[in-house]
Each structure stands twice: as C-alpha cells, then as structure tokens.
C-alpha cells in the first residue's frame, strides 16, 4: 500500500490561493489513478479533482472547474491541487487519495468515487474567510 501525507493546507482570504501536496512513500505514483476530496463540518466528502495515472485525464467538480487544478509529478511522487479564486464554500477538510492501475495506454481512468480509492491521506485544513 502506498502511504499519503498531504501538505499545504491553512487559513486564506477569498479570492487568494494555496496549493496542496500529496507526498507518496512505499510505491511510485506511476501507477496510480488519485484524486483529491474535501469533507466539511457536518457534510459527507465530495469529489474536488481526479487525475489518471499517466496525468493525461483529469476530472474537476463544477464547483471547482476553472479555479482548482490536479497534476501529477511521478519523478517527485506527488500530486498537487493548485487551487485559485477561493471562496468560503471551499472550506474543508481536503484529503488525498490513491487507486492503484495497471498502467497501459488506452484504458487509463479518472474515478470520482471516494469507494473507488484505496489509500487515503489524513487530510489538510483549508479555511477561507470572508
């Protein structure tokens, strides 16, 4: 199983951002479909962003789209979520997620389903005030 430890999480005003990190230890992210969830006080986790092993597909909530963006760095074996325009809608709990593929072209697959992943970060708090 791969391990996930997720980074960059804090306190910002609307309108600014932050960028999130996924560091991976025990495998190589080569072969991993991931995606990024956020969870708030009192609501179930949702999909924010996925992205296929290869990092050729990525998928984003409509909440996010255009303002949040996924890559996939394999040689640092991290995944990012560069996230812009922030509002306090976006204040969560923001979790990492890994599903492990075999990596051939031509079958690669984004997943949007927090069943769907395997190996789960301990999250990162992002708050944005008004």
């Known amino acids: 199983q791969v391990q996930l430890v997720e980074s960059g999480g804090g306190l910002v005003q609307a309108g600014g951002s932050l960028r999130l990190s996924c560091a991976a230890s025990?495998?190589?992210?080569?072969?991993?479909?991931m995606g990024w969830f956020r969870q708030a006080p009192g609501k179930e986790r949702e999909f924010v962003a996925a992205i296929s092993w290869s990092g050729r597909i990525t998928s984003y909530a409509d909440s996010v789209k255009g303002r949040f963006t996924i890559s996939k760095d394999n040689a640092k074996n991290t995944v990012y979520l560069q996230m812009n325009s922030l509002k306090p809608e976006d204040t969560a709990v923001y979790y990492c997620?890994?599903?492990?593929?075999?990596?051939?072209?031509?079958?690669?697959?984004?997943?949007?389903?927090?069943?769907?992943?395997?190996?789960w970060g301990q999250g990162t708090q992002v708050t944005v005030s008004s």
């Open positions: 025990g495998r190589t992210l080569s072969n991993y479909a």
């Open positions: 997620a890994g599903r492990w593929e075999v990596a051939y072209y031509g079958t690669e697959s984004v997943y949007t389903k927090p069943h769907e992943y395997v190996s």
